[in-house]
């Protein structure tokens, strides 16, 4: 079956932009979760979903940080004002439940570079 | 703070032997561990778990122990294979402060299986 997908696979933006960041992960997970890798580091943990609603978006660094997941399936990451440091590869992630499975299936990332 | 500490950034092991990662934690609260391997532009997969009341899980030609007393982990991959080349990330969970399926990841350790 189809894995964890993420749209785009690059993105490269102005300082000072806005973007966005698609996941669609496994058909039948509830739990979604976006993390960031910056380079030489393991990925970071930024917001979980359980269905709709943000469960724990502690790890959002700050408030040009948001994300949604409408309808419980796909999310968007959205970044505004982008800064240079925002550049990483933004991974999101599916589980089953979060609750069920401690194993998390990931999408192949977004990298973002902010010039 | 850096819960999940990878102290080697590097590994280079001969085909045919084993390969030992190692993996430190802090964070006494944290009950399940879990690897990941990652291949270049790919996100991360799971390869192996153990949950803190074990010492030992074993698949295939992975093994994950676990020393609680010490908050230490290694994986010992035997035989080793061209394949198994990759960054191998060591992450927990569990702590019941933090949010169900929120991983802390190690930086990761690069795996080079020479023939």
């Known amino acids: 079956g189809a894995g964890v997908s993420q749209t785009p696979s690059n993105k490269v933006t102005e300082k000072g932009k806005y973007v966005e960041l698609r996941c669609d992960p496994i058909?039948?997970?509830?739990?979604l979760y976006w993390y960031r890798q910056s380079l030489g580091q393991g990925p970071e943990f930024l917001i979980y979903?359980?269905?709709?609603?943000?469960?724990?978006d502690s790890g959002l660094p700050n408030d040009r940080f948001f994300a949604v997941r409408p309808e419980g399936s796909v999310s968007t990451l959205k970044i505004q004002r982008t800064e240079r440091g925002d550049s990483a590869v933004y991974l999101c992630?599916?589980?089953?439940?979060?609750?069920?499975?401690?194993?998390?299936?990931f999408g192949p990332g977004t990298r973002l570079t902010v010039t | 703070d850096q819960q999940v500490k990878q102290n080697s950034p590097s590994l280079s092991v001969q085909e045919g032997r084993i390969s030992i990662l190692n993996c430190d934690y802090t964070n006494s609260m944290f009950d399940y561990f879990l690897w990941y391997k990652k291949y270049p532009a790919e996100g991360p997969t799971f390869l192996i778990s153990i949950s803190s009341i074990k010492d030992k899980n074993e698949d295939g030609r992975f093994t994950v122990f676990l020393n609680k007393s010490a908050k230490h982990l290694s994986l010992h991959i035997v035989p080793s294979q061209p394949g198994d080349s990759a960054v191998y990330f060591c992450a927990a969970t569990g702590d019941k402060t933090d949010s169900w399926g929120k991983l802390q990841f190690g930086a990761g350790t690069q795996v080079v299986v020479t023939p």
């Open positions: 992630a599916s589980s089953l439940t979060a609750q069920s499975s401690y194993e998390q299936y």
């Open positions: 058909s039948g997970h509830t739990a």
């Open positions: 979903f359980q269905g709709t609603g943000a469960a724990d």
